[in-house]
């Protein structure tokens, strides 16, 4: 083997890098640092065509659409759930609590099979369960609130085998920039789901007088999912890509896998960054229609207008989600080229940026409701620049084959410490400070504005660990990429040590002598 050159120069190194950007080194024929884009490279690499892969991903965008759009029609419909089952805020927060935890416990296993089955049947296999599942709570009688709860938390199964495993496909396909933008349109289905929830839930209760059948849209376009994934979804090599070669990769232990990831400080500090968005969105998903209806209550609106506020804020969801993940993209591939840091530093900067603009629409709420909503709309862009680019950073420091495991514990810990309890313990803190008080259209708008206050000072603590992930973004992307290329192999025992070839021996080291 001959002697090489260092393939990263100092610790400025872009982290994006363009073609034109890298090395000149080449291994076995290949250069190091170059992306394979092309239709013929991917094609040879993979067995799927670059149209394909587009294509793939589109069908991806559509199920993640599905996804979030069920999640969150229950929301749009909260009030007349709240009535139909005679339940108060605490009950109704659990609706979306016992889901999530149904969805992160059971993402951790399905990540485990992600890497190592194929993940086009595992996707099938959970979206049609989801499916079936979700049109039975449509049809749920009022004496029986815990049933509904009961097939809230077993749709979480179907949701856990799309989310874990749907990233890392988009991964095995394209690198770089490409991956970027692909992530970027996939992750669109995140606030557009969200509000498309809202909206067709409201609509549809209103054009049918019943709410039963707001539940009853997403299961059908569930079984035209499945469809698309089986004549449409090819199962990429993985990791092939990366390594310029469709050679299985080398794998390891689950324990073994925890392990790496534990030891991989941008995987755990982003992933505790994400869980502060998980916090906020997961509460104001909830919770922001109830709030805007009893503010138009406390101040005595119309009945009328405060129906239409689920619907205004799907769109308003709709519009920044759409907004700040595009915006969110295109600042960090500019910054990138000045500052290697970028990523990180978008995520801290939409999450400081978002808490002073939730908290003024708070403020504003029984004022002015205009204000109330420019500052959501503000509030919620700048939560939205964060959603594709957390997705690529744990991409490129995770090696392929611990990539689906990494995405269920980042779901794991930011839905077990974000919004799995979010939603929640807004509405128990709402209904502590009413204790005590008359109960009033006032004094139910006052309890809910004072809970919801807690996501500005959470959002606050999301930035500074975003801050903290750009402390070591470089060095662990590094390492990946030498990992992907061949240039070492880890030692199991030792986390922080590799192996390095020098002079046709292997020689250990520390990592810091050679990625920093």
Known sequence: MTSQRQPYGGDTAPILAQPDDTEDEEKEGVKLGHEVDGEGDVLALTGISSPRAVFIVGVLFFVN???????????GVLTDIEGFFSIDDSKSGLLQTVFISSYMVLAP?????GDRYNRKYLMCVGITFWSIVTLGSSFIPKERFWLLLLTRGLVGVGEASYSTIAPTIIADLFLGDRRSRMLSIFYFAIPVGSGLGYIVGSKVRDVTGDWHWALRVTPGLGIVAVVLLVTVVREPPRGAVETHSDAPLRYTSWIT???????????VLSSLGFTAVAFVTGSLALWAPAFLYRSRQATGSPPHLGNSDSLTFGIITCVTGVLGVSSGVEISRRWHRTNPRADPLVCAAGLLGSAPFLFLALVFAQSSITFTYVFIF??????????????DMLLYVVIPTRRSTAEAFQILMSHLLGDAGSPYLIGLISDRIQQGHPVSHLSQFRSLEYALMVCAFVGVIGGAFFLATACFIQ???KRTELYAQGQFHEE?????????PQCGRSTKVPVSSVLI
């Open 65 to 75: 659409l599905l996804n979030y759009m069920d999640r969150f029609t229950v929301a």
């Open 492 to 500: 199991l025992e030792g986390e922080d040590r590799i192996v390095v």
């Open 257 to 267: 896998d925890l392990r790496a990831l534990i030891h991989n400080r941008s995987f």
């Open 475 to 477: 060095a662990d992307r």
């Open 109 to 113: 296993i399905f990540g485990y099979l």
């Open 378 to 391: 503000i509030g919620e862009t700048l939560l939205s620049l964060n959603w594709a680019i957390v997705a």
